[in-house]
């Protein structure tokens, strides 16, 4: 796992790349979490859709829902970048369609989409 520091709007977002896959279940998705925002102080982090198993892009396994509403519960924006069109399910594609419209999670096709994105809404959370 390899791990980029981008800054966009003065914002700092993790950039994690890696040839394997880093979220399984859970378990491993709260690990590269805590990962990422102890070596970087980060809480927004751009993932290729690789990095994240196939029964992700499964709703039928509830992963994840549950993976994401632990990003958001602990304040963590995400962007995940690659080709979406290879799913057909109407569910999945609507849950996207969902995310995008949203602030703390999207799914896009490219690193300018992702930095565009996490660059407009990380620091929008409660204040401190």
């Not at 796992?1 to 709260?30: H, Y």
């Not at 982090?45 to 509403?69: P, R």
């Not at 490219?110 to 929008?124: D, I, K, N, P, R």
């Amino acid at each position: 796992m390899n791990i980029e520091i981008i800054t966009n709007n003065g914002k700092q977002i993790a950039r994690v790349t890696g040839t394997e896959v880093l979220v399984t279940d859970t378990q491993s998705a709260l690990d590269l979490m805590a990962s990422v925002k102890y070596e970087t102080e980060c809480t927004s982090m751009i993932l290729d859709k690789e990095a994240f198993c196939e029964d992700f892009f499964k709703l039928s396994t509830c992963l994840a829902g549950e993976i994401l509403q632990k990003y958001i519960n602990y304040g963590v924006k995400i962007a995940v970048i690659g080709d979406y069109s290879c799913y057909t399910s109407k569910p999945l594609h609507d849950f996207i369609y969902e995310c995008n419209h949203g602030k703390d999670i999207c799914f896009v096709g490219s690193l300018e989409e992702a930095v565009s994105f996490l660059g407009e809404v990380v620091g929008m959370g409660t204040p401190a």
